[in-house]
């Protein structure tokens, strides 16, 4: 058996396994699975494009849902976005972001063009304090908020600048040492900070090309930072995702991991591939996030074809190290975690038995309360969960033979733990030096296999899915013809 290996196109064409395309598969423990359909999370749609999404949770491991536009900033309820914006909304700009973080049970919002947000139980949007700062970044960690790359506090507008509130009081922002809410500079190497996320008990500030990792010293530094090795740093914070234990982010080079000690190339097999379709002047709008039950980092981003939209998206397997892709134009992604369905909701999403959704499965989180998928915004400012029944998927394989003579290949059984609906393979061949191919038959999956039979030097098979499937490799069965 030929066993898959994954999306590797950087790779050379005849290593066996690889994918050189493919479109709709997820990397899984020892498989590849079609990637799910979206369905429409029954919210409505939002003012305008969405620039900003999260589920927090509170101490009482409630959650909520949360997304702004430019304008408002909303809250989910059982069947819409409700607005729960400050009087007078807001005036975030086209690339501008909201980001959120948890600090007890009090939800924060952030921008750089407004002073932090927070919203507790029952009430709306307002400004935390009057001696808070606007701040492009927000995180939470040791009982205090930090915000980065801010504009206040007596500083001005400070892209390089850090913050965090008094220990314990999100509302309390006057520096001070006896409350530690202190205020610092990265200024050891040039640009803004354009992420920072919690790692443990440190937290890591991020620049373009620049890492530094914040640890509790204590009066009267507070937090002390220290540069990381290399070059390496990310273009925005939504680029970075957080499994826990570790970071996975995008570089201006590489993808990387780092788990606290130092930054890791992950020796992607896609990495001339992706910049080489990433569209760099806008890698600012990257948008990752990470789904926990299937240990997968998703990255969407602008392709070269897009103006700047997030169409493609390649997908990362934490535990397999392979790789897969999904495409499809988004504003914004999240974790998101459903509020299922029960007899008491049934009747207001849903007017009869007939009007259930019939493109999901009966085992999807779409049913269960408290149950997390991955969602994300459509260009029609609507949520949705990638939780539905698969449609097509697909797998291009690499090249199978040899320079130096003709084979003949008469059949191929793919290896399903779970067979499509149905599917067929293209197969295409090459007589020259594998640079170009030309197509030739299609088969039909038919009684285990994909019938055909043809002589070449070189062999590729294209499988069209349909439907929900799994699939770890497959058999060919291919036979010299002689030396010539």
């Known amino acids: 058996m030929i066993q898959f290996e994954g999306f590797a196109p950087d790779l050379p064409p005849e290593t066996p396994g690889i994918f050189?395309?493919?479109?709709?598969?997820?990397?899984?423990?020892?498989?590849?699975?079609?990637?799910?359909?979206?369905?429409?999370?029954?919210?409505?749609?939002?003012?305008?494009a969405a620039k900003g999404f999260a589920i927090t949770r509170k101490l009482d491991n409630s959650t909520r849902a949360f997304c702004g536009s430019s304008d408002k900033l909303y809250e989910a309820s059982t069947t819409a976005w409700v607005d729960k914006s400050v009087s007078g909304g807001y005036s975030l700009g086209p690339d501008e972001r909201w980001r959120f973080a948890q600090f007890g049970n009090v939800t924060l919002a952030s921008s750089k063009r407004e002073t932090i947000q927070a919203i507790s139980s029952g009430s709306d949007f307002a400004a935390v304090s009057a001696s808070a700062p606007k701040a492009d970044i927000i995180e939470t960690i040791n009982n205090q908020v930090f915000a980065f790359n801010i504009d206040g506090m007596g500083f001005g507008d400070a892209p390089e600048r850090w913050a965090c509130s008094a220990v314990g009081n999100e509302t309390d922002w006057v520096p001070s040492v006896d409350t530690q809410c202190v205020s610092g500079q990265l200024l050891d190497t040039p640009g803004p900070i354009t992420a920072?996320?919690?790692?443990?008990?440190?937290?890591?500030?991020?620049?373009?090309?620049s890492m530094y990792v914040g640890q509790y010293v204590g009066v009267p530094l507070v937090?002390?930072?220290?540069?990381?090795?290399?070059?390496?740093?990310?273009?925005?914070?939504?680029?970075?995702?957080?499994?826990?234990?570790?970071?996975f982010f995008i570089g201006h080079d590489d993808f990387y991991m780092f788990d606290g000690t130092r930054p890791q190339a992950l020796n992607a097999p896609l990495r001339n591939w992706f910049f080489n379709n990433v569209d760099q002047r806008y890698m600012f709008k990257i948008c990752g996030t990470y789904d926990r039950f299937n240990q997968r980092v998703f990255w969407w981003f602008p392709s070269v074809y897009s103006s700047g939209a997030l169409?493609?998206?390649?997908?990362?397997?934490?535990?397999?190290?392979?790789?897969?892709?999904?495409d499809g134009q988004i504003e914004i992604a999240a974790e998101y975690v459903s509020n299922g369905i029960s007899y008491d909701n049934m009747g207001t999403l849903f007017s009869t038995w007939d009007d259930l959704p019939t493109n999901i499965s009966y085992n999807s989180t779409f049913w269960t309360t408290g149950g997390a998928v991955l969602?994300?915004?459509?260009?029609?400012?609507?949520?949705?969960?990638?939780?539905?029944?698969?449609?097509?998927?697909?797998?291009?394989?690499?090249?199978?033979?040899?320079?130096?003579?003709?084979?003949?290949?008469?059949?191929?059984?793919?290896?399903?733990?779970q067979s499509p609906t149905s599917s067929v393979m293209n197969y295409?061949?090459?007589?020259?030096?594998?640079?170009?191919?030309?197509?030739?038959?299609?088969?039909?999956?038919?009684?285990?296999?994909?019938?055909?039979?043809?002589?070449?030097?070189?062999?590729?098979?294209?499988f069209i899915f349909n439907g929900q499937m799994a699939i770890s490799g497959f058999d060919l069965l291919m036979s010299p013809d002689g030396i010539e």
């Not at 709709?24 to 305008?48: E, H, K, M």
């Not at 169409?311 to 999904?326: A, F, L, S």
């Not at 007589?431 to 038959?441: G, P, R, Y």
């Open 375 to 417: 969602a994300a915004f459509g260009t029609d400012h609507k949520c949705y969960q990638y939780s539905g029944i698969s449609g097509e998927s697909r797998i291009t394989t690499g090249h199978y033979g040899d320079n130096m003579q003709f084979s003949t290949c008469t059949r191929i059984r793919p290896r399903f733990i």
């Open 223 to 247: 937090w002390s930072f220290s540069k990381a090795p290399g070059e390496i740093g990310t273009p925005c914070n939504e680029s970075v995702v957080t499994t826990g234990t570790a970071h």
């Open 20 to 48: 050189v395309d493919c479109k709709n598969i997820l990397p899984s423990i020892g498989l590849f699975v079609a990637a799910p359909t979206p369905i429409d999370c029954g919210l409505g749609a939002i003012s305008g």
């Open 311 to 326: 169409d493609k998206c390649i997908v990362y397997n934490v535990k397999t190290n392979k790789w897969g892709r999904m």
């Open 196 to 209: 920072a996320k919690r790692l443990g008990d440190i937290i890591v500030a991020y620049k373009d090309r």
């Open 428 to 462: 295409s061949y090459s007589n020259t030096d594998a640079s170009t191919f030309s197509s030739n038959i299609t088969s039909t999956y038919s009684n285990n296999w994909y019938d055909f039979i043809w002589s070449a030097r070189w062999h590729k098979f294209e």
